[in-house]
Every structure is written in structure tokens, then in C-alpha cells.
């Protein structure tokens, strides 16, 4: 069974300070990873994605997720946020085998703070 | 394009009653699948949906079911609502093949009482 650790409950930041949301996974099998985000009230919104090929995914808005295999990690980053990043963070794991059943990790708040 | 949609976006039951929640799907996915996410919490899978049969279920009880109609849409109903199925409901749509990418709708809010 598939399983996913956000190890961080909330993360405070200054605006324009670097951040990493930490994710680290467990599966037997290859691995699709995700970073979904969600402002108050919303739903999901897809954030990035690794699938295959380089292990270094980016976003529109400046995200960036290395894929780990070795430590079996998916940490997100950006450089310098802003206060519009202020939302929930979850990362989520599906194994390749045909079905799409995500298994999220319990999210990440991210504050930013001016 | 259309994305997800759901409704109603929020509702309150009380204890024991039943509940139907909607959703269409974004055009041209054919795959749906149901999310329970508790509050403070990551969503949890309830079950998928394919050509109109379930497709894959999570670890819940019988009283959530399900039906996928021609056009794609698709419904999540609760029988003998309890306290602790209080939660936001998301549904995904998504390709049949490919990477499982799945769109999320914004969610029906169930609040029982």
C-alpha cells in the first residue's frame, strides 16, 4: 500500500523568502507524484506533476518538485513567495498500475506573511 | 472548455437521513471519482467511476454509493448520514488513459447534525 508524509503541518514565511514544503512517500511500485494546492473554500487545483523523465518539475508560477527515488521524496520549493501563495498544500501519490486513486498526504499550510 | 462542477455547493443533514451529491464532469473525461476530505485533512478516496461501473473503491462502508450516468455525470449518495461524514465532497474527472491527472471540482459541503 501507497502511503504519503507531509512532515510539516503549517510553514510561517516573509513574502519574498525562499520555502520548501517537505514530502516524503512509500510504495513497492513506480510512482506518480503530485502537489495540489487549495485556497480557502476551493477545491483542488493541480500545482505540478512527475510522471516520468526529469526528476525536476516546475509550475507557471515559479514551483519547482524534485523527484527523489532514492529518498523516496517529492519536497516542493519556490524561491520567493508571495502573499498569494498563502494556501493548503497536499501532496499525492498514485501507483502505476491503471488506477487513478490518489492517496494524499494530511497538507502543509503555508502563511506568508508581509 | 467546462471544468468540474458540483452541487449544491453546501447542505446540512441531520443524523440518519440520506443524501445525493452531483457532478459533471469536465468536457470530454469519461473517468469520475469521489473524495471525502475531513476537516484538517487530506482527501480520502471513496471510489471511481468508468463506463458506468465502479471502478475501485477506498475504505468505506456500503452506505456510499454510487452512479456514473451516459453523459459522463455522476452522483455520490449517503444512506444513514452520521456525525463523522461531515466533510467537503470533491469530485476529479479525468482521461481513461494516460497519466492519471485528475480536475477537481470545488466541492459540496456536507454538514450533519
Known amino acids: 500500500a501507497q502511503s504519503v508524509t507531509q512532515l510539516d503541518s503549517q510553514v510561517p514565511v516573509f513574502e519574498e523568502a525562499p520555502v520548501e514544503l517537505r514530502c516524503n512517500y512509500s510504495?513497492?511500485?513506480?510512482?506518480?507524484l503530485f502537489w495540489y494546492v487549495q485556497y480557502p473554500n476551493q477545491g483542488l487545483q493541480l500545482l505540478l506533476k512527475?510522471?516520468?523523465?526529469?526528476?525536476l518539475v516546475e509550475s507557471i508560477n515559479g514551483f519547482e518538485a524534485e523527484f527523489n527515488k532514492s529518498q523516496t521524496s517529492f519536497h516542493l520549493r519556490k524561491p520567493s513567495v508571495h502573499i498569494s501563495d498563502t494556501a493548503e498544500y497536499f501532496c499525492a501519490v498514485t501507483e502505476d498500475t491503471g488506477r487513478r486513486a490518489l492517496t494524499f498526504g494530511s497538507g502543509t499550510r503555508l502563511q506568508v506573511q508581509p | 472548455e467546462t471544468g468540474v462542477t458540483q452541487s449544491p455547493t453546501h447542505l446540512i443533514k441531520t443524523r440518519g437521513q440520506q443524501v445525493t451529491l452531483r457532478c459533471s464532469s469536465q468536457?470530454?473525461?469519461?473517468?469520475v471519482s469521489w473524495y471525502q476530505q475531513a476537516l484538517g485533512q487530506g482527501p480520502q478516496f471513496i471510489f471511481q467511476?468508468?463506463?458506468?461501473?465502479?471502478?475501485g473503491r477506498g475504505n468505506f462502508p456500503p452506505r456510499f454509493s454510487g452512479l456514473q450516468f451516459p453523459n459522463y455525470s455522476s452522483e455520490l449518495n449517503v444512506n444513514a448520514l452520521e456525525l463523522d461524514d461531515s466533510a467537503l465532497y470533491l469530485c476529479?474527472?479525468?482521461?481513461?488513459?494516460?497519466?492519471?491527472?485528475?480536475?477537481f471540482g470545488a466541492g459540496s459541503r456536507l454538514t450533519v447534525l
Open positions: 467511476y468508468y463506463r458506468e461501473e465502479e471502478n
Open positions: 512527475y510522471l516520468s523523465g526529469s526528476t
Open positions: 510504495s513497492s511500485v513506480s510512482v506518480y
Open positions: 476529479a474527472s479525468s482521461l481513461p488513459v494516460g497519466a492519471n491527472v485528475l480536475t
Open positions: 468536457s470530454g473525461h469519461n473517468t
